[in-house]
């Protein structure tokens, strides 16, 4: 009986600092996706300002422009993006 429980509490304390130590490779993993967002928010973002600053008289080019502007807001409302006026 006592065995049993000798068990019980090895296995119990076995768990708490593996539980610990897993919370900075969590914190870690979510550090790095947050960066890896922002990196591509801030590079969207400096794509779409440049669309916006170019001007053209070519009918073909402002459709192009407009539909790459369309595609770069449509990835950045994916990451959570809103336009800032």
Not at 18 to 38: G, L, M, N, T, W
Not at 67 to 80: Q, R
Request: glycine residues 2%.
């Amino acid at each position: 009986m006592e065995d049993s429980k000798l068990e019980e509490q090895k296995s119990v304390g076995t768990t708490k600092p593996q539980a610990i130590s897993d919370k900075p490779a969590v914190d870690k993993a979510h550090a790095i996706q947050d960066a890896d967002r922002k990196r591509k928010i801030q590079e969207l973002s400096l794509q779409r300002e440049r669309i916006l600053s170019e001007r053209t008289s070519s009918a073909h080019r402002r459709e192009a422009l407009q539909s790459a502007l369309t595609e770069i807001e449509f990835k950045l409302a994916e990451l959570g993006w809103a336009i800032h006026l």
